[in-house]
Nanobody, 121 residues
Framework: QVQLVESGGGLVQPGGSLSLSCAASGRLLSINHMGWYRQAPGKQRELVASITSDGSTNYAESVKGRFAISRDNAKNTVYLQMNSLKPEDTAVYSC???????????????WGQGTQVTVSS
């Protein structure tokens, strides 16, 4: 019913930039947080960046100053602008959102399908 449609992954050279987007669709009432996670091979999934409904952001230390998360509430979309990419940024990036879709339940977390970001020369 609620889906997160993700796009923007791909191959980029070190030092390059890449933009990810993820749009929530379906019958929903509101969206609280939206965020991006990543998981590299052999590593635990980690929070990359998150943003609240009022625009407050949080970043992993490893990406501060390089990545920027933003959202368009009217479009139910979250973005991740990634600059100065490093090989260690290579991972599957997944978006998520805390979505309220029922008046009778609290928010539920939905995940996008994940998109591969590869930083390599």
């Amino acid at each position: 019913q609620v889906q997160l449609v993700e796009s923007g992954g791909g191959l980029v050279q070190p030092g390059g930039s890449l933009s990810l987007s993820c749009a929530a669709s379906g019958r929903l009432l509101s969206i609280n947080h939206m965020g991006w996670y990543r998981q590299a091979p052999g590593k635990q999934r980690e929070l990359v960046a998150s943003i609240t409904s009022d625009g407050s952001t949080n970043y992993a230390e490893s990406v501060k100053g390089r990545f920027a998360i933003s959202r368009d509430n009217a479009k139910n979309t979250v973005y991740l602008q990634m600059n100065s990419l490093k090989p260690e940024d290579t991972a599957v990036y997944s978006c998520n959102a805390g979505v309220k879709y029922s008046y009778y339940r609290t928010t539920s977390v939905f995940w996008g399908q994940g998109t591969q970001v590869t930083v390599s020369s």
